[in-house]
């Protein structure tokens, strides 16, 4: 089974600036939690036990987040405000330990993903989830990253997950050519290549990767010799190119829905997606939703 989690939210989030400036952007919110905390639950509903944060100076926040705020909780304990309280105590279960390791400096998400080897080990499968996208899997009786594991676990190859992209969009994505019939939603099929970020006309499927990998230990000594690609950066899809030729990887097609928080208007999205179903905030969100739009 997989049980450690590799989570780089070492970069500077320049893409939500302003709102990044100070604060990080895994830790701008969506409704009540800040986005960083729906990746990790992710991670744990899978199975996951070890989350390795790769982080930077400036992250602290997020290390914050995870730990125990003894201070704030007797606080709460002697105002009698229990709800709140129960909602810190379980930020993350007890079972669960959050790891942080540095990234000296930004040398792209292969090299973030080789700082947690000292964590990981060689010869351990983990997944790798990048906290700019949010999977919901909402309706479903299980979620996709779990859907992972199970296909890791059947065919002993690493899984790459991807999304179902429009055609005129291909050209943002990392888009993967399969060897073979496309996968059904929830199935996996082997890879034969991944293209980045290539011309409409030339793109060989509308399968998007979306940030969630499953990837053998193996992958760190690929890693430390992969040079650096795209923007002078080591690029972890350089290394799985990689392995892919050494020993298959399969795209697995998730069932639910992603939102991209690395910029505003998917926050936004995000927002909207999860306020109309919280246990608290749907009936007055809805109200405000209706409130608007009779504006227009």
């Avoid at 779990?146 to 969009?169: C, K, L, T, Y």
């Amino acid at each position: 089974m997989i049980r450690k989690a590799v989570l780089p939210v070492a970069g500077l989030g320049t893409r939500c600036l302003p709102a990044s400036k100070a604060i990080p952007k895994e830790m701008i919110t969506i409704v009540d939690k800040p986005v960083i905390q729906y990746v990790v639950e992710e991670a744990v509903a899978a199975g996951i036990k070890e989350i390795v944060l790769v982080t930077h100076s400036s992250k602290a926040a997020i290390e914050n987040h995870f730990d125990k705020h003894f201070e704030l909780e007797a606080s709460l304990e002697a105002k009698g405000k229990t709800e709140l309280l129960e909602e810190l105590r379980n930020i993350i279960p007890d079972d669960v330990k959050i790891i942080s390791v540095r990234q000296p400096e930004p040398l792209g998400l292969g090299h973030a993903v080789l700082c947690a080897r000292p964590v990981i080990g060689d010869d351990e499968p983990f997944a790798v989830l990048l906290p700019d996208v949010l999977v919901d899997d909402y309706g479903l009786d299980g979620n996709d990253l779990a859907g992972m594991i199970d296909a890791f676990a059947a065919s002993g190859q690493s899984q790459i997950m991807v999304e179902n992209v429009p055609r005129e969009m291909v050209y943002k994505y990392g888009i993967v050519a399969i060897d073979g019939e496309s996968p059904a939603a929830g199935e996996s099929a082997p890879m034969a290549q991944v293209v980045e970020k290539p011309k409409v006309e030339e793109a060989p499927s509308t399968l998007a990767v979306i940030g969630r990998y499953l990837l053998p230990g193996a992958i760190f000594p690929l890693l430390a010799e992969t040079p650096p690609g795209a923007g002078n950066e080591i690029q972890l899809t350089d290394a799985i190119d990689t392995l892919r030729g050494r020993e298959g990887v399969a795209a697995y097609r998730m069932r639910g829905a992603t939102y991209d928080c690395g910029h505003q208007l998917g926050y936004l999205e995000a927002i909207l997606a999860f306020a109309k179903r919280h246990p608290k905030y749907a009936e007055g969100f809805s109200e405000l939703l209706d409130k608007y739009a009779a504006k227009e």
